[in-house]
């Protein structure tokens, strides 16, 4: 039986369902016949690939073809297992080549594709219509089985393929109405400090209490590095006030991944586990988990003040920086493949053979994930190796990816066409990081106009929130239903409130709350993954501590300052520098005189703290914000 899997996901229309499938099992038998005939004789040796676009399906709606879509990983085993096997077997080729059209996409290089096509994993196979429809799909298959699909598939949809059509349009059109009328009768609900408790409850409710991570209803565990980003912010401040502490739950999910999902020899950790303890990895090695990772450990060290998870984030950096990192642009590389024989070897064994490929791709979304963990890592431990990195990661997206005006492109060969809201994300977060780390204007700047196109080119004016894809016209089926993905939308929120810090301006506070408007609702059907949602509704209606660092920016002083301010331990603090000569009018509306030596003023909404200079300890400030976040939780 063939599970058209992408319309319960994406039109959980059951008729249209039922009656492919029907369809579909009634050209299984003689599919299966034709399958198991001999091989035929080639024209061609390999299938004529071709990419996602126009091209490919005008050439499916002029020939009247299905449209056979691949979606495949550089760093995936069974991609190439199937690329290795079942795409040699000339009757494959022939089949492919001559009865349908055949599209292959690279899951890293086309996210937005495999958001709305992927099948329950890599590979992933999808028969589309020629607009783009899915009609039945699967992940990896063999020659014959895939034989069978394709012969069932082809006789079906040539024998009904009206009737299919408009089922299929039916179904379209029926899901639709209904999402408005049920985003019609959703009033968003003002944030309150009871949502980030309810995903607290989430987080301590799914917890495995033996091995750590987050259950998921089946054996797979992963990192699930903004869950746990949320339960290292809120650590500190539920532990004030003898709240239920996230610490407990984080503590044995960073021991658990440390103990079975790190390469103990290499460094680095693999994408996820197929058992709950942790130790049967699916062995690939990703820039996107690794770069979250680092700045996980390292914000873990300082708030636990263990050293041993400091060892573990330095092993991250290690291996980034010994494997992925590309010390001619400043970047890091995609993805290393998984080696299960290589990776279950000891150290010295490993020498013997060749190290599994690493994908040299450069993507914007990973890189500045990259540059955000080793900022991360630069706050907690206050090592100018990790700000280094970061910056070197910054500057290169800037000067490679990014234009003002435009955007940031998913890598160097790619367009402006259709620009993607994970890039422009990451690096806006990565940029204004930076600023803060910094105190230089120029990542502010870049963060600013970045900030604006994400409004420009991704905002819903009507309902508030970000699509995942910029409205460029032109899209070609299910990228044609434009989406706004929590995690992405929240952390979009955090970004605005961080800009409202920098700039003082307002517009950005409002754009943050309405923001989260369209998941104020139902969060908590996300259960533990409303975590990013509730780190942002905290930043929102929390007092967050601006340290404000007035000097001039050629002084040593002014330096020493701000690394003193965006290295402590605080999570609601703001790193902001204002240079008495650059930054008069921030300055006048601060109400602060400007002196010989530079010194810090640490402000809320309701409190300010007496001045500290370069030579003062941060200890006072951390009794005074201590003592302020009380008067206010009363």
């Known amino acids: 039986m063939f599970l058209a899997e992408a319309f319960v996901k994406f039109y959980s229309y059951k008729r249209i369902l039922i009656f492919v499938m029907a369809i579909l099992t009634l050209a299984l038998s003689a599919g299966q016949a034709r399958a198991d005939g001999p091989p035929a004789p080639l024209e061609d040796h390999s299938i004529r690939w071709m990419k996602w676009g126009g091209p490919a399906f005008d050439a499916a709606k002029s020939s009247g073809k299905l449209i056979y879509l691949d979606i495949s990983a550089t760093w995936c085993r069974w991609c190439r297992e199937m690329e290795t096997r079942t795409y040699t077997d000339p009757r494959v080729i022939e089949t492919l080549n001559s009865d349908f059209i055949p599209v292959l996409v690279d899951t890293d290089e086309r996210p937005d594709i495999n958001d709305r096509y992927n099948q329950g994993g890599w590979p992933s196979v999808a028969l589309l219509t020629p607009t783009g429809r899915v009609l039945a799909g699967k992940t990896y298959m063999s020659a014959d089985d895939l034989l069978v699909l394709l012969a069932a598939a082809k006789q079906a949809y040539v024998a009904d393929r009206d009737r299919i059509n408009l089922k299929i349009e039916a179904a379209e059109k029926a899901a639709l109405a209904a999402r408005e009328e049920k985003e019609k009768a959703q009033d968003p609900v003002p944030l309150n400090p009871e949502m980030p408790f309810r995903v607290l409850n989430s987080l301590n409710l799914f917890v495995d209490p033996e091995f750590g991570g987050y259950a998921t209803g089946g054996q797979d565990k992963f990192p699930m590095s903004e869950v746990i980003e949320f339960g290292l912010y809120l650590y ?166 990014y234009r003002k005006g435009t955007g940031v492109v998913h890598s160097e060969g790619a367009t402006a066409d259709t620009l993607l809201l994970p890039d422009q994300l990451y690096f806006a977060l990565a940029a204004e990081q930076a600023c803060q780390a910094t105190g230089e204007t120029k990542y502010l700047s870049v963060a600013v106009d970045t900030a604006g196109l994400m409004v420009k080119k991704f905002w819903d004016a009507d309902k508030g929130g970000f699509y995942d894809v910029s409205d460029g016209g032109g899209a070609i089926g299910l990228l044609k239903d434009r989406k706004k993905p929590q995690i992405e939308n929240s952390k979009a929120a955090t970004l605005m409130m961080d800009l409202f810090h920098l700039t003082g301006q307002e517009v950005y506070k409002q754009t943050a709350r309405r923001t989260l408007a369209p998941f104020t609702t139902e969060f908590m059907k996300y259960t533990f993954w409303a975590a990013p949602f509730a780190l942002a509704v905290e930043r929102c209606i929390e007092p967050t501590y601006e340290f404000i660092v007035v000097g001039r920016c050629a002084d040593k002083g002014t330096a020493e300052l701000i690394k003193k301010s965006y290295t402590y331990e605080d999570p609601d603090r703001v790193v902001v520098l204002v240079d008495p000569d650059r930054d008069i009018k921030r300055l006048e509306g601060l109400g602060y005189e400007p002196g010989e030596k530079p010194v810090l003023y640490v402000c809320s909404e309701k409190a300010c703290f007496p001045p500290v200079s370069p030579d003062d300890s941060m200890k006072n400030t951390r009794e005074y914000i201590r003592k302020a976040r009380a008067q206010e939780k009363k």
């Open 236 to 401: 500190p401040k539920v532990r004030e006030f003898k709240q239920q502490s996230p610490g407990t739950a984080v503590k044995l999910t960073l021991n658990g991944m440390a103990d079975g999902l790190q390469d103990k020899d290499e460094g680095g950790f693999f994408r996820y586990s197929t058992t709950v303890d942790w130790k049967t990895p699916h062995y690939e090695k990703l820039l996107s988990v690794n770069g979250d990772l680092l700045g996980v450990y390292m914000q873990a060290s300082q708030l636990f003040d263990e050293s041993k998870y400091r060892k573990v984030g330095e092993s991250v950096g290690a291996y980034l920086e010994a494997t992925l990192y590309d010390r001619a642009t400043g970047a890091f590389f995609n993805s290393q493949a998984a080696d299960e024989r290589y990776y279950k070897m000891d150290k010295g064994d490993r020498r013997a053979i060749k190290a599994p490929q690493v994908d040299r791709a450069v993507y914007a979304d990973s890189n500045a994930r990259a540059a955000l963990g080793y900022l991360h890592a630069y706050r907690a431990t206050g090592d100018d190796r990790y700000l280094k990195t970061g910056l070197g990661v910054v500057d290169y997206i800037t000067g490679r990816l």
